[in-house]
């Protein structure tokens, strides 16, 4: 979308991402698809670990290696959203945590920001080699179960995620 742009983080949006960590710290949701920035807070120490995963020889503890975007609002330079793609689609984690995981910043929400960052990244998933990706949601996530619907995704069925406790549905999106 015009006027949004989705990029890698680098050391330019170092207050930027410190801001968006910090407008999640009073809030009770979970920041999908941040690359684990709510367990590192030095901003500069999380863009060194997220570029340790992004190599399959790097990434630590075994994890699939991710690459990680931030959705930046070229107006104001304001990070609204951060989206992580999984490389690979391997077990145990597969079946319940998917490609794609993305959180919008609490103040940006409702404003359609999220159906849009997803739908700008499905072209680098497809420049990783995916031709179609898994997302994952409870039915009671009802912003995210209408973003996945929203770029296509389709209902394959519910599985229980460890992680969160929750039963989550599982939504493939074919990329064109
Ligand atoms: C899920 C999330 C990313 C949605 O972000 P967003 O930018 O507000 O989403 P959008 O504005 O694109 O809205 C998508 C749809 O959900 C609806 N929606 C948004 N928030 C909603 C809410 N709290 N309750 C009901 N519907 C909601 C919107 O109206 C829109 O519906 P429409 O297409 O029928 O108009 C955001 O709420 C978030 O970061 N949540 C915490 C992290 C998370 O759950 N990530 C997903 C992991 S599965």
């Known amino acids: 979308m015009e006027g949004f742009a989705l990029i890698k983080p680098n050391e330019e949006y170092v207050s930027q991402i410190k801001a968006y960590r910090e407008e999640f710290r ?5 920041m999908h698809g941040s690359g684990g920035l709510m367990q590192i807070a030095d901003p500069e120490e999380w863009l060194r670990y997220v570029a340790l995963c992004e190599n399959p020889e790097t990434v630590p503890d075994h994890k699939p290696s991710s690459s990680q975007f931030i959705y930046v609002r070229l107006a104001d330079q304001k990070i609204v959203g951060m989206i992580n793609i999984r490389h690979t689609h391997t077990e145990p984690f597969a079946t319940w945590g998917g490609h794609v995981g993305y959180s919008v910043c609490p103040s940006e929400r409702r404003k359609g920001y999220a159906t849009q960052m997803l739908r700008a990244v499905l072209p680098e998933c497809k420049k990783l080699g995916l031709d179609r990706v898994l997302l994952t949601a409870g039915d009671e996530n ?24 929750v039963i989550v549905g599982r939504y493939w999106i074919e990329i064109e």
């Not at 009073?26 to 979970?30: E, K, R």
């Not at 179960?145 to 389709?154: E, F, L, S």
């Open 142 to 165: 009802v912003a995210s179960v209408k973003t996945i619907v929203a770029n296509g995704g389709v209902l394959e069925g519910r599985v229980m995620s460890p992680k969160h406790h």
């Open 26 to 30: 009073d809030c009770l949701d979970w």
